[in-house]
């Protein structure tokens, strides 16, 4: 039930990235990042889902989606900003929603976030970020990081799977 939970909200996310605007002319993705993934740290299940492209004209679109499942906060963020770096994918947005739980006063900030793609029925598991960062508005975008900066805070992913393109 959780993975048919997990996998209509990932086709709707990724659906939802790479629909084109109305009044926007054909743009060819050129790189994108989508994945969702389950990993617990200290006691908490945590729960990522996302899909991100980056156009020829160097806009990016994109959503995720944030729960802590011990905690129950959930937050959803509109991705403007997708970096990607050999197997490392650098991703930020603004946060559009945010429960009680995840402080609604953050909404408008900057949520920034990076997944590893380490290929498929590769030995090592995909990764992603255990905690997501925060910003004020207008601060920092995925720009401003390398995938060093993530490193210390990979953890291996317990189930799902990242893609990078």
Do not use: Y
């Not at 939970?5 to 994108?32: D, F, K, Y």
């Not at 970096?83 to 947005?93: E, F, K, M, N």
């Not at 030995?123 to 390398?146: A, M, W």
């Amino acid at each position: 039930m959780k993975r048919s939970i997990m996998l209509m909200l990932l086709l709707t996310l990724a659906a939802a990235a790479s629909a084109p605007a109305a009044s926007a002319e054909p743009n060819g993705v050129v790189a994108s990042a989508t994945g969702s993934s389950e990993t617990t740290v200290g006691g908490q299940q945590r729960t990522l889902a996302f899909a991100a492209v980056k156009l020829s004209d160097g806009t990016v679109r994109g959503q995720a989606q944030i729960i802590n499942r011990v905690s129950n906060f959930r937050s959803h963020v509109e991705i403007d900003c997708l970096r990607i770096v050999g197997d490392v994918a650098l991703i930020s947005g603004v946060i559009t929603r945010a429960d009680e739980r995840d402080d609604p006063g953050v909404v408008g900030w900057t949520r920034g976030f990076a997944v590893q793609d380490n290929g498929e029925g590769a030995d090592v598991p995909d990764q992603v970020t255990f905690t997501s960062f925060v910003f004020p508005p207008g601060t920092v975008t995925c720009l401003d990081f390398q995938p060093a900066d993530a490193a210390p805070f990979f953890v291996p992913i317990e189930a799902g799977n990242i893609q990078i393109r």
